[in-house]
């Protein structure tokens, strides 16, 4: 059984969230007019490195995007965050939506990000739906967003859970071992 999802605009904020990292390199690579190639190359030939308390903010499509990321090391290949920060307001107060991570991977070699304990709220004008999983991949050749470990989205109406799901750039979530909803409030009938 397979459920399609539409979230509006989602695609955008669930992959930078999952990039943060990688759009954090993009963001100063074009602040600094370098280019993003010859940086990452140059990053990865670095023994190791270590940022710490990394703000920064940036309107993309009309909407302001803020990231916080309070400890980032690269390893080798791998960088390595702990905690993660997202937080997009939409343009024409259109609603706010807040992401956090506790912590994640960027593989460099196999362009890849991986974020842990996602959790995040989705308002807009009318809804607040909250957002949470365990894990989510990301993969850059694909754009492609997996949650391997299942996906939980509630507000005060309903309940969906699901084993596994991915989302493609799209924003369409797919279940794919199907998922379960269940309604939290009665629905009212005219008498």
Known sequence: MKLKFKISKGKILLGLLFIGLVILVQYAMRDMNLDI???????????????????????????????????????????????????????????EWTFFGNNGTYSNDEKIA??????????????????????????????????????????????LRTPTASMDNSGVILLQQGGVIQWLKPIKTKK
């Open 114 to 159: 991986t974020l842990n304990g996602l959790s995040g709220t989705l308002r807009n004008e009318n809804r607040n739906f909250i957002l949470e999983s365990p894990k989510l991949n990301w993969t850059e050749k694909n754009n492609t967003f997996i949650f391997p470990e299942g996906l939980i989205v509630y507000d005060e109406e309903f309940l």
């Open 37 to 95: 190639d010859l940086l990452r190359e140059s990053l990865m030939k670095m023994p190791g490195m270590v940022m710490e308390n990394i703000n920064f903010s940036r309107e993309v499509s009309g909407d302001m995007w803020r990231v916080k990321i309070p400890y980032l090391e690269r390893e080798g290949e791998a960088i390595n965050v702990k905690s993660l920060d997202v937080k997009r307001e939409l343009s024409g107060d259109k609603g």
